[in-house]
């Protein structure tokens, strides 16, 4: 399953195109995905594999239960096994998210966020190392209301403050 979603990042098709054994265009001939796993094996791995991260804990206090774990998971690893080098690069994100019967599948963490090529979804601040290229810290956003209450936002403004999260996070100085 890992190798398939990893594989299918490369691939010029998506979704159920890599699995398709037709050729899409005379000179480009489909991955054919499914001599090696079943389509619909695929895509019921895929759509419980998020539950492995929910922390039904925070579900009454964090609409994000179902995905917070896997940020806050990502961040620490990236700390324990990336040598950063000096240069960062702050960037944002977008996960983007196609629900299949209403506007946010009656999903709390979805976004819409009109100026990104693909606007709903899960929007992301984060910091790339810049001679690796290596994603080394995210940060979700959370909508105006919540993000009130993060770090320096009082102090430093909106803006000034997601940068400073940004930078102190992706050196481990974010407590």
């Not at 019921?44 to 964090?62: M, V």
């Not at 239960?65 to 324990?80: G, H, M, Q, V």
């Amino acid at each position: 399953f890992k190798s398939l979603l990893y594989a299918g990042a490369l691939q010029p098709q998506s979704g159920n195109d890599l699995f398709d054994e037709k050729p899409e265009r005379p000179f480009r001939k489909n991955p054919g995905f499914a001599r090696f796993m079943r389509r619909n094996r695929f895509n019921l791995i895929k759509a419980h594999c998020t539950a492995a991260f929910r922390d039904d804990e925070r579900k009454g206090t964090d609409k994000w239960y179902r995905i917070r774990k896997l940020i806050e998971d990502f961040n620490e690893n990236r700390l324990r096994t990336v040598n950063i080098s000096k240069l960062l690069v702050p960037d944002e994100a977008m996960s983007a998210f196609r629900p299949r019967t209403t506007s946010s599948s009656v999903l709390d963490h979805i976004s819409y966020v009109d100026r990104k090529p693909k606007p709903m979804g899960t929007e992301f601040k984060c910091v790339c190392d810049g001679r690796s290229g290596l994603m080394i810290y995210l940060e979700i956003q959370e909508g105006s209301t919540a993000m009130k209450g993060k770090a320096f936002r009082d102090e430093l403004g909106a803006a000034s403050a997601i940068g400073m999260r940004m930078a102190l996070g992706a050196t481990g100085q974010l407590s």
